[in-house]
């Protein structure tokens, strides 16, 4: 089976600054991390390669990023946690891409790799929009669950998961191929072993741009994003709100009178 895992290298501190003229992050000379969803998002591609190779059918697990040349680190701690071999999709064109672009871009790459199965995490830490993975299943015409919590089933032509809903869980059968966006109590994610860490050592990781894969250049990138970002500015503080105190039968009156004023009852 051939497994993909979609890595995000995020911003491991609040202090951030965003471009002035762009709108998006300064990612440069900042201290940066695995995005926290995409290690469990690794492991379970991990396991799954595992399970897969135990039961007969060998194989391989793909780390792949979209970002500036230094998220090469962060492919590299994907190989010491168990991965095969990564792919750095790096270039100016891609920078300032929204979700519409990003997982466009990611798409065509997978494409070239043709998985059988795509694991991304449940969203980024700093985008936070949660669009990327289901993103790359239109794109590739593929198979999806979000929020996968676990995975009951599999062979190498569907699976079963339990996703987590807001009233509790559903499982769904999904035909491969399929992109699966997992949550953190899906598994408990590894350190890395000294193999792992002398794999990552020595890896060689290709650098692909557009042209590698065949992505079109109105796709990409801040001039290909449907959504631009036209301001982004911190939340005015709010006040503390007012403290209440006395027995449970006067602050439920002055609670009402409070209510009243605010004619919400
Ligand atoms: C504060 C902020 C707000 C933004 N708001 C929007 C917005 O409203 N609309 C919009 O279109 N864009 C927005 N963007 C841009 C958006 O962050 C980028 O498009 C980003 O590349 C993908 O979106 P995300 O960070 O929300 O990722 P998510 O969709 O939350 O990421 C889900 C999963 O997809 C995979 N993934 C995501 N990005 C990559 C990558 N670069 N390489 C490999 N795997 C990846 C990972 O497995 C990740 O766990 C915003 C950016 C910032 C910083």
């Known amino acids: 089976m051939k497994i993909c895992v979609c890595i995000k290298q995020v911003p491991a501190t609040t202090d951030v600054k965003i471009d002035p003229e762009t709108n998006t992050l300064i990612r440069e000379g900042i201290e940066n991390q695995i995005n926290p969803f995409d290690l469990y998002a690794l492991e379970e591609a991990v396991r799954t390669k595992e ?20 998220a090469e680190e962060a492919l590299r701690e994907a190989i010491s946690l168990g991965a095969d071999d990564a792919i750095l999709l790096s270039d100016k064109a891609f920078a300032g891409a929204d979700t519409w672009c990003t997982s466009y871009t990611l798409a065509k790459a997978l494409q070239k790799l043709n998985p059988d199965l795509v694991f991304c995490g449940m969203q980024a830490i700093d985008g936070d929009t949660g669009q990327v993975g289901p993103g790359i299943a239109a794109h590739l015409n593929y198979a999806q669950a979000a929020y996968v919590a676990k995975i009951e089933f599999l062979d190498n032509r569907k699976l079963v998961a339990r996703r987590l809903i807001e009233e509790g869980y559903e499982v769904v059968e999904v035909a491969l191929p399929a992109v699966l ?32 894969i065949g992505a079109d250049p109105e796709k990409i990138g801040l001039r290909g994003s449907p959504t631009q970002v036209i301001k982004v500015m911190t939340p005015p503080c709010r006040s503390g709100g007012a403290k209440y105190e006395g027995e449970p039968e006067e602050l439920a009156e002055k609670l009402y009178d409070v209510l009243k004023c605010l004619e919400v009852v």
């Open 181 to 212: 966006t997992v949550v953190k109590e899906i598994n408990e994610p590894r350190t890395p072993s000294l193999r792992g860490k002398m794999n990552a050592k020595k890896a060689q990781i290709p650098v692909w741009g557009p042209a590698d």
């Open 51 to 70: 399970r897969r190779t135990a039961e007969g059918d060998p194989s391989t697990v793909t780390a792949i990023s979209m970002g500036p040349p230094w």
